[in-house]
């Protein structure tokens, strides 16, 4: 599977910014999708999940009420629409996927699980 991510930008606190990541997969797979993030001098970490059908969705904390993932099987897409941006936002977004057909009982927020990586997109907020 291989994954490409844009949509990146730069914009002010306050702002919006919707990332797309395309996967290059069979209609049929089975893969869930995740975002992290790293951010200047730190590690990487995550953000959003969402199961194969999108029936469960996981967020870290610090974006549950800004972000929000969705995914189109049909054009084997995933989306991350972030909503309020604050400069602490500020990041490398990867795309990833985890090949399961769970809806839950994972560690979504492992970036170990993931088997495939996209090349990330950067994302700027200004103050």
């Known amino acids: 599977v291989q994954l490409q991510a844009s949509g990146g930008g730069l914009v002010q606190a306050g702002g919006s910014l919707r990332l797309s990541c395309a996967a290059s997969e069979r209609p049929d797979s089975a893969t869930a999708k995740g975002w992290f993030r790293r951010a200047p001098g730190k590690e990487r970490e995550f953000v959003a999940a969402?199961?194969?059908?999108?029936?469960?969705?996981y967020y870290t904390d610090s974006v549950k009420g800004r972000f929000t993932i969705s995914r189109d099987n049909a054009k084997n897409t995933v989306y991350l629409q972030m909503n309020s941006l604050k400069p602490e936002d500020t990041a490398v977004y990867y795309c990833a996927a985890m090949k399961t057909r769970l809806d839950y009982g994972l560690d979504f927020q492992s970036d170990r699980l993931y088997d495939f990586w996209g090349q990330g997109t950067l994302v700027t907020v200004s103050s």
């Open positions: 969402i199961s194969w059908r999108g029936a469960r969705t």
